[in-house]
């Protein structure tokens, strides 16, 4: 068939299809005359072009599924560098919304600065919320956490404040940095009894302000995505996320059970079981690295910065 025939029956334009021949996507026979001509199969090539690329991928980067289909595969999909192909493209989409993410919270932030400047009201998730009282106790290096660097990171689905499930063991080559802490206070809410003489305790609020502050320069130093974790349930950290303006989200744990498969250190405050607090940096399903103990927290997601520029990818 002619070129016509084929944008026509393939939903596509003529120039669309002299593109994709054009990547090497199809490849007419020609006849004697020079003519191109067109089969079925590139009718199905097209289609599936067209396809994916309403999905949101390039037409450059649909050859692993027309390969797929080449070897004979029902759909274009059914091969593992089809699925990869599709991994890639969530990353990359993933990273550009929670860049823009960070650019909304900066400027509400600057928003709500300039609209209470002189007001003598703080705005909301201003300074007081990174301050941190003198004299707490600087937790010591124990050895708790020397175990985890080279561990994989077992095979566990976490909810998250966007009504998600996130498994750790997929997370694909994009480093991931996980802070973990033993909770968040609201205003107006006691902390457990000896909470600021507990070494390591305080300051959890201070910490994913930090991150919240750093998270761009984060995502540009080699930081695929962030996440915040604690045992408690999504409903209240989804509080904490609205209320600091936090662009990325937390991940609940109830049952610490994180903390069972990976022997991650905890204390109890209050009768309860926490997590201590610990960053992983975790890469193709590898703890990476582990930053403990963490202190001061208001200034560790600079402590991450400062190890993710100084080991790139």
Known sequence: MRISELARRADATAKAVRYYESLGLITPQRLANGYRDYDEEDVRLVREIRALTRLGLPAERTRPFLECLAAGRAHADDCPASLAGYREAIDE??????????????????????????????????????????????????????????????????????????????????????????????????????????????????????????????LDAGAGRVYGLSSQDSRYQGEVVERLRLPFDMLSDPGLRLAGMLRLPTFTAGGTRLFRRLTLVVRDSVIEHVFHPVFPPDAHAGQVLTWLRENPL
């Open 93 to 218: 989409l993933t990273g550009r919304i929670e860049a823009l993410t960070a650019r909304r919270a900066a400027l509400i932030t600057q928003l709500d600065t300039a609209a209470h400047r002189g007001s003598g009201v703080a705005p909301p998730g201003g300074e007081h919320y990174l301050s941190l009282p003198a004299g707490l106790p600087v937790p010591e290096d124990d050895g708790a956490a020397d175990h985890l660097p080279g561990m994989r990171v077992p095979r566990i689905s976490l909810p998250t404040t966007a009504g998600r499930e996130v498994r750790l063991d997929t997370l694909g080559p994009r480093r991931t940095v996980l802070y973990v802490y033993p909770l968040t206070g609201r205003p107006g809410t006691d902390l457990p009894e000896g909470w600021n003489s507990i070494p390591g305790a305080r300051g959890c609020t201070p910490e994913s302000c930090g991150f919240r502050d750093h998270f761009q320069e984060l």
